[in-house]
């Protein structure tokens, strides 16, 4: 277990420099995988006839439509599942910038075994439903297990060969006494969103690319370079403009 103590404004700070060299790129990879994979899921939805029943206040056909969702629900769980895949390959690129072994950004990157993937979008499907059901318990639970369990996806990318329980394990020792760092880390990226969201609401996918570096930077700091060595952190390029 690391008896390291997050600093919020060290992660931000690093996360900052490593946005400016690399976040702008990052930015229209995520705001292209979120334009497919949301794509996918509106495919055949009918939004003629649905515009047309509201305008109308049709609720008979508003009733219809709903029942002949089927189609239109699968491709949008295919979608999700794509966004979730997409993810680990972002994160992946992400953590090799972070490090240093990855000068710029390269869809490389997103080569990485089948069971890596498989792990991925299993801890996050177990990972949301475990944050679900604390938010609905009372919301505080749902938090304080996002913040203990925010170095899970993290870890499965950076240790292919480990298991999804194995992740959960090293997330929940190595965040242990972090809680509120990780809290306080949590609403600095909301105010980051909110600040992109003003900037005619594309800032935001920027906001989300500071967001996985402060996620990468985060994971190395409490990883601890003497437990691995893989896991020292490698400080940004000064980048002047």
């Known amino acids: 277990m690391s008896n390291i103590t997050l600093s919020i404004s060290d992660v931000t700070s ?3 420099e490593l946005a400016k060299k ?10 292209a995988v979120g334009a497919i994979t949301q ?3 509106l495919i055949g939805f009918p939004w003629g006839a649905y515009l047309g029943a509201i305008a109308e206040s049709d609720t008979d056909a508003l009733l219809a439509m709903a029942d002949s969702m089927g189609a239109t ?5 295919v979608g999700g599942l794509l966004s979730i895949v997409a993810t680990a390959g972002i994160i992946n690129i992400v953590l090799k910038l972070t490090r240093g072994t990855m000068k710029s ?5 997103f080569k990485m075994p089948f069971k890596t993937y498989a792990n991925f979008v299993g801890a996050t499907i177990i990972t949301t439903i475990i944050i679900c059901i604390g938010t609905i318990l009372c919301i ?4 304080f297990l996002a913040a203990r369990l925010s170095l899970v996806p993290a870890y499965l990318i950076d240790h292919p060969d480990a298991g999804v329980g194995e992740a959960f394990s090293h997330s929940w020792e190595h965040t242990k006494g972090n809680f ?5 880390l949590g609403l600095v990226y909301v105010l980051f969103c909110i600040v992109g969201l003003l ?3 594309v800032g935001v996918y920027f906001a989300q690319a500071i967001g996985y570096f402060m996620i990468t930077v985060t994971y190395f700091t409490l990883c601890g370079e003497e437990e691995t060595p893989e896991c020292a952190v490698v400080e940004a390029e000064e980048v002047h403009l």
């Open 73 to 77: 629900s699968a491709l949008s769980i």
């Open 199 to 201: 900037c005619c609401c």
């Open 39 to 41: 794509s996918i899921g």
């Open 22 to 31: 690399h976040g702008l790129i990052l930015a229209v990879v995520i705001f």
């Open 180 to 184: 509120w760092n990780l809290f306080g």
């Open 14 to 16: 690093k996360a900052w």
């Open 140 to 143: 505080i639970p749902g938090i």
């Open 105 to 109: 950004f390269d869809l490389e990157g």
